[in-house]
């Protein structure tokens, strides 16, 4: 045995051992995406405890003071089960559901503002109201045409570094 053998042998699987990426969509949301996120998954456990969920609020109903103390076993067996399927794999999972269903909550919101657009073009004509600007129709309808960004804006005002000296600019 050479050593020359021995070495490659040995540093070739951990050399191969890439680390976990920690989520599957690592993408950047912004807050109220994280907080839709957030109900998805919120939903998502609580459907998977449906029975310890109503157990305890069959126990707790019609009680004030007492639940604590009478529901204290339903509450526990709630809450394990809650604790066992809030797992980050369960979170991945809800950020995948939301992603999925992106394309369909874009839909439906240029559906709702194109009906808005057209129920106070049908309220001007009937009130015999004067037109919108042609210019701030245009612009309303470019938004619509816009595509949803997921990763929020970037600020105009944040203060931007550069590497060499480390003094802010504008």
């Not at 109900?39 to 609020?57: L, M, Q, S, T």
């Not at 003071?65 to 394990?80: A, D, E, I, K, W």
């Not at 106070?120 to 210019?135: A, C, I, N």
């Amino acid at each position: 045995m050479t050593s020359a053998d021995s070495p490659p042998a040995a540093a070739a699987p951990s050399e191969q051992k890439a680390r976990p990426i920690p989520s599957r969509n690592p993408l950047p949301l912004s807050a109220s995406q994280e907080s839709q996120v957030r109900d998805v998954f919120y939903a998502r456990v609580r459907a998977k405890c449906g029975p310890e969920i109503k157990a305890f609020a069959e126990c707790a109903q019609d009680r004030t003071f007492s639940s604590p103390f009478l529901c204290r076993g339903p509450l526990h067996v709630m809450n394990n089960c809650m604790k066992i399927h809030a797992t980050p794999e369960e979170q991945d999972a809800a950020r995948e559901e939301w992603f999925e269903k992106r394309v369909e909550r874009q839909k439906e919101k240029e559906r709702k503002a194109r009906r808005k657009l057209e129920q106070e073009k049908f309220l001007r004509e009937w009130w015999g109201l004067p037109e919108k600007d042609r210019e701030l129709a245009r612009k309303e309808m470019e938004l619509l045409d816009k595509p949803e960004r997921i990763g929020g804006f970037v600020s105009r005002e944040r203060r931007r570094f550069n590497g060499e000296d480390g003094e802010g600019k504008r």
